[in-house]
């Protein structure tokens, strides 16, 4: 009896509740119109000044993390420069050590001198490389260990140092060579140069198989075949300066070439002009048949008899000595036969003066300066 009145009140109460829930949920409905239009007094307006404004607060923000790098980009700049200069002085110092106080001559200290042009002495008014020292030493001292086993870093060491007094005064003396060819309008071309190299490898019967040629000049000199030329350019311009400055020997071989074409007797004319000793009693004949390999000849001589006619009488020929004593000449040839891959022939020779007088000529005007002491 006492449940009954509790279940009354709990249907009276869910009676109510839908009532009480649609009442309040109608009164939250957003169509419903609301009693005050909102104002827009303090909503922003987008123009362009308040996108820019914006756009600079964002990159403001990206800045701070922009920067440190820009920063780091520029120290690592900095370092980097800063070791490569660092390493540059120091390299200097070394070489500059290498040469001047241990005269140092091996590859590495040569490699650096064809880049960086340090100075051994001074010819007059023009400065001669340590490049060309090493250059002249080097081969010397290649021959002189490989085929004559020398040995100087021990009981050698002396001829060594004569050796490196010898290669200061030629690359001196090559530096007023060159001023007294510019004086004289004297140069040489690629074209002698290679003309010059054909008649060497003929001679020396090297063909014209480069990889023999270069096996010998790398065997003997240590050189490559431009260093061989680099060699021989050097050789053909003292030739062609002694030859300019000696005009005496010029108007006597001009002389006999005029001669000995206009059909006088060649023998009278070695006999009266030539300074071969052996002239006065051969007439100039050279006594054996020469072949294109004979090294008793000139090689620039040997080319020009094996292009003349039986008979035929050269123009002067600028000839390089064929021994060490000698030195270059104007020669002028005649062939007196051929005979197969054979000529015999007569030949004028007329010495020039030796270029060393007009070296020490120039010398004495501009004397000459030496940065190492041997």
Not at 41 to 63: D, M, S, Y
Not at 121 to 147: C, I, P, T
Not at 334 to 351: E, F, L, M, R
Request: proline share 4%.
């Amino acid at each position: 009896m006492v449940k009954k009145p509790k279940l009354r009140k709990l249907r009276r109460a869910k009676e109510i509740m839908p009532e009480v829930i649609s009442e309040r949920a109608s009164s939250l409905n957003p169509l419903n119109k609301p009693d005050e239009t909102p104002s827009l007094e303090n909503v922003p307006k987008i123009t362009n000044e308040t996108i820019a404004e914006h756009r600079e607060q964002v990159l403001k923000g990206a800045r701070k993390y922009i920067y440190p790098l820009q920063h780091s980009k520029h120290r690592i700049i900095v370092v980097t420069v800063s070791v490569m200069v660092t390493a540059i002085i120091a390299l200097l110092i070394y070489c500059s050590l290498a040469l001047y106080k241990f005269y140092q001559y091996n590859t590495f200290i040569y490699r650096v001198t064809q880049v960086v042009p340090f100075p051994i002495a001074k010819a007059g008014d023009k400065y001669v490389s340590y490049e060309n020292y090493l250059f002249e030493l080097r081969h010397y001292v290649h021959y002189y260990e490989s085929q004559q086993q020398r040995n100087f870093a021990g009981a050698d060491r002396q001829q060594l140092v004569t050796f490196r007094k010898q290669a200061l005064q030629n690359v001196t003396d090559d530096a007023y060579i060159k001023q007294l060819a510019a004086k004289s309008h004297v140069g040489v071309s690629n074209k002698e140069v290679n003309s010059r190299l054909n008649e060497v490898r003929a001679q020396n019967r090297l063909g014209g198989n480069n990889k023999v040629f270069e096996d010998v000049l790398r065997s003997y000199w240590g050189w490559s075949i431009n260093d061989f030329k680099r060699s021989l350019k050097t050789q053909i311009l003292a030739e062609k300066v002694a030859a300019a400055l000696d005009s005496s020997a010029q108007g006597k071989a001009a002389a006999v070439v005029a001669q000995a074409k206009a059909g006088a007797d060649f023998s009278a004319l070695a006999k009266q002009y030539s300074d071969d000793p052996t002239a006065q009693t051969n007439g100039g004949d050279y006594g054996f048949a020469i072949s294109k390999t004979n090294p008793n000849v000139p090689p620039e001589v040997v080319d020009a008899l094996f292009n003349l006619q039986n008979g035929q009488v050269s123009d002067e020929i600028l000839a390089s000595p064929v021994l060490a004593s000698q030195g270059p000449s104007l020669q002028v040839v005649k062939i007196t036969g051929i005979s197969g891959n054979t000529v015999t022939a007569q030949h004028i020779v007329i010495n020039l003066k030796n270029i060393s007088g007009a070296i020490k000529a120039l010398e004495k005007q501009h004397p000459s300066h030496d940065y190492i002491h041997l």
